[in-house]
């Protein structure tokens, strides 16, 4: 078992940054592969960025160059930096753990393992 806990979420104007983590504990030893998603009302739950098993990064297209995902190891905890965030970005933001492979992109959602209870982002224009 995997528990992961989000937080860094808040309210920010369209231009802010926001840097969200996810600390990660249980049986942490094999999780090679991790992610970020977000899920505004009404809407699916998209990927946003992941670090796959071979430690790649895989980022949605409308989030590259714009957002940043990273990975402490050692402290057991995913980062997702956040610049010039956009009223777009408004969603609860879920950390995800644990994925079947995938040749291009984001994983999907349904890949995934373990949950977080996610953060909310809310970006005001």
């Known amino acids: 078992q995997v528990q992961l806990v989000e937080s860094g979420g808040g309210s920010v104007q369209a231009g802010g940054t926001l840097r969200l983590s996810c600390a990660a504990s249980?049986?942490?030893?094999?999780?090679?592969?991790m992610g970020w998603f977000r899920q505004a009302p009404g809407k699916e739950r998209e990927g946003v960025a992941a670090?796959?098993?071979?430690?790649?990064?895989r980022y949605a297209d409308s989030v590259k160059g714009r957002f940043t995902i990273s990975r402490d190891n050692a402290k057991n905890t995913l980062y997702l930096q956040m610049n010039n965030l956009k009223p777009e970005d408004t969603a609860m933001y879920y950390c995800?753990?644990?994925?079947?492979?995938?040749?291009?992109?984001?994983?999907?959602?349904?890949?995934?393992?373990?949950w977080g209870q996610g953060t909310q982002v809310t970006v005001s224009s």
């Open positions: 249980g049986y942490t030893s094999n999780v090679y592969c």
């Open positions: 995800a753990a644990v994925c079947g492979w995938v040749a291009f992109g984001v994983p999907p959602a349904s890949s995934f393992s373990y």
């Open positions: 670090i796959v098993s071979n430690g790649g990064t």
